[in-house]
C-alpha cells in the first residue's frame, strides 16, 4: 500500500520545490493540520502524483481550472512550478486561451497578468 502523504510530499518537493514546501510546513499549526494533510494526500499524493498524464499537462490544467474558477491566488505559484513541470510560456497561454473561451475573458485576462508578474519576477530572481 502506498503511503499518500510520503508520495505527496515527495511530488510536492519535486514541483513546488524545498524552499515553497518547507514555508508551509513551518507555517502549519494545529487548526489547519487536518486541512494540509488532506491537501498532501490528496492532491499532491494521488492527483499530482498519478503518471496517466504527464507534470506539464496537469500544469497546464491546474492553471487552466484556477484561472476559470477564479482562484487567483494560487496561479503564481504554479506558474513558477512549470519550471519544473516542463510547461512552457506558450503552454501556460494556450491553457489561458481555452480558459477565454470556455468560462471568459476577464477571467483568462486576469491570469496572463499574474502570468506575466510571475515571470517577470522569475526571470529577476535568476540574474
Given amino acids: 500500500m502506498i503511503d499518500r502523504h510520503a508520495q505527496g510530499m515527495l511530488t510536492r518537493r519535486a514541483v513546488l520545490g524545498d524552499a515553497h514546501v518547507d514555508r508551509a510546513e513551518a507555517a502549519k499549526s494545529d487548526l489547519d493540520r487536518p486541512f494540509q494533510d488532506l491537501i498532501t494526500e490528496a492532491a499532491w499524493g494521488t492527483v499530482w502524483s498519478s503518471d496517466a498524464i504527464t507534470k506539464r499537462e496537469r500544469s497546464m490544467l491546474t492553471l487552466a481550472l484556477l484561472a476559470a474558477t477564479g482562484n487567483f491566488e494560487e496561479i503564481p ?27 471568459g475573458v476577464p477571467r483568462a485576462n486576469h491570469a496572463i497578468k499574474l502570468a506575466k508578474q510571475t515571470f517577470a519576477e522569475m526571470e529577476a530572481a535568476s540574474e
Fill in 77 to 103: 505559484m504554479h506558474i513558477r512550478a512549470t519550471a519544473r513541470t516542463g510547461a512552457t510560456r506558450r503552454d501556460v497561454m494556450e491553457a489561458f486561451q481555452h480558459v477565454a473561451i470556455y468560462a
